[in-house]
């Protein structure tokens, strides 16, 4: 007996929306005053976490409800790119983080989603273990590095620097990981009729 699949609008989707749609409340806040105005830096601190919980939730809920969908499993990482690539830019604009980690992060996020984009002629690919713990440690790099970091205490700056180390690492590792697999997808794959 098969079950029906789940509706493609649903909660879970549309907090991965929601989280698209807050990107450039963000965006404004910590452009505003300059980009260094420590309350507007805790403002869009605070809209940056709220975005990155949604990615916590809308997966958790999707899971647990039986609502997962192919659009939400194409979605979902896109929603994070954005949210992660906008911060990354924004923040190497406003001389806050080294350019290099921008434009390593982001060939890579944006080779695999690519990457995704062609694979979808035989699968869906979903994001994997490493690639979520890509994610939250990239988010919580990120949030360190959005606090207003000339008024707080060294030791934050110190470990903003440290998870995003980590979190480089663990990007490119991944991505390579991705690519064995869309390498091997690709080698044993049949092309379904009429794609």
């Given at each position: 007996?098969?079950?029906?699949?789940?509706?493609?609008?649903?909660?879970?989707?549309?907090?991965?929306?929601?989280?698209?749609?807050?990107?450039?409340?963000?965006?404004?806040?910590?452009?505003?005053?300059?980009?260094?105005?420590?309350?507007?830096?805790?403002?869009a601190?605070?809209?940056?976490?709220?975005?990155?919980?949604?990615?916590?939730?809308?997966?958790?809920?999707?899971?647990?409800?039986?609502?997962?969908?192919?659009?939400?499993?194409?979605?979902?990482?896109?929603?994070?790119?954005?949210?992660?690539?906008?911060a990354?830019?924004?923040?190497?604009?406003?001389?806050?983080?080294?350019?290099?980690?921008?434009?390593?992060?982001?060939?890579?996020?944006?080779?695999?989603?690519?990457?995704?984009?062609?694979?979808?002629?035989?699968?869906?690919?979903?994001?994997s273990?490493?690639?979520?713990l890509?994610?939250?440690?990239?988010?919580?790099?990120?949030?360190?590095?959005?606090?207003?970091?000339?008024?707080?205490?060294?030791?934050?700056?110190?470990?903003?620097?440290?998870?995003?180390?980590?979190?480089?690492?663990?990007?490119?590792?991944?991505?390579?990981?991705?690519?064995r697999?869309?390498?091997?997808?690709?080698?044993?794959?049949?092309?379904?009729?009429?794609?």
């Amino acid at each position: 007996m098969s079950t029906a699949p789940a509706p493609v609008w649903n909660l879970a989707n549309a907090l991965t929306f929601a989280r698209i749609a807050l990107v450039p409340f963000f965006a404004w806040a910590l452009l505003a005053e300059g980009g260094h105005d420590p309350q507007w830096r805790l403002v869009a601190t605070a809209l940056f976490v709220v975005a990155a919980v949604t990615d916590r939730l809308d997966g958790w809920y999707a899971r647990t409800r039986g609502q997962v969908t192919d659009l939400g499993k194409l979605l979902d990482p896109i929603a994070d790119k954005l949210l992660i690539g906008t911060a990354l830019v924004l923040l190497s604009a406003l001389g806050d983080l080294p350019w290099w980690v921008t434009v390593v992060i982001l060939v890579r996020e944006l080779g695999i989603t690519v990457m995704r984009f062609f694979l979808l002629r035989y699968v869906v690919l979903p994001a994997s273990r490493g690639g979520k713990l890509k994610t939250v440690l990239q988010s919580v790099a990120i949030g360190l590095y959005l606090l207003p970091l000339d008024s707080l205490p060294g030791l934050v700056e110190v470990a903003a620097a440290v998870v995003m180390g980590a979190a480089v690492v663990v990007t490119v590792v991944t991505g390579v990981d991705y690519v064995r697999v869309a390498a091997r997808i690709r080698r044993t794959a049949v092309v379904p009729p009429g794609v």
